[in-house]
């Protein structure tokens, strides 16, 4: 059973930064796709980037040159956000997903002030 819990968020002022983290456990192959994801109030859940296990990376056009995605093994992958602004607040889900199964985590709560 794969299990995904995230970590790091929290209230930030626009213009700060956040580190997001992303444990995967149970049964991981060595080959898969890891993403963040987001939904704010009222909204649909959106992509804000994903990495291959080879270090492929994909952002959505809002994030571009503000957040980082990154992994350090086949388990763990980060989300560094900077320059956050307003609409950045939602809850952002960690997907990890593996031979056509996906796996969501509880999600982070992450607020902008303005």
């Known amino acids: 059973q794969v299990q995904l819990v995230e970590s790091g968020g929290g209230l930030v002022q626009a213009g700060g930064s956040l580190r997001l983290s992303c444990a995967a456990s149970?049964?991981?192959?060595?080959?898969?796709?890891m993403g963040w994801y987001r939904q704010a109030p009222g909204k649909a859940r959106e992509l804000v980037a994903t990495?291959?296990?080879?270090?492929?990376t994909n952002y959505a056009d809002s994030v571009k040159g503000r957040f980082t995605i990154s992994r350090d093994n086949t388990k763990t992958m980060y989300l560094q956000m900077n320059s956050l602004k307003p609409e950045d607040t939602a809850v952002y889900y960690c997907?990890?997903?593996?031979?056509?199964?996906?796996?969501w985590g509880e999600g982070t709560l992450v607020t902008v002030s303005s």
């Open positions: 997907k990890l997903q593996q031979y056509g199964v996906g796996y």
């Open positions: 149970g049964g991981i192959f060595s080959i898969n796709v």
């Open positions: 990495i291959t296990s080879g270090g492929s």
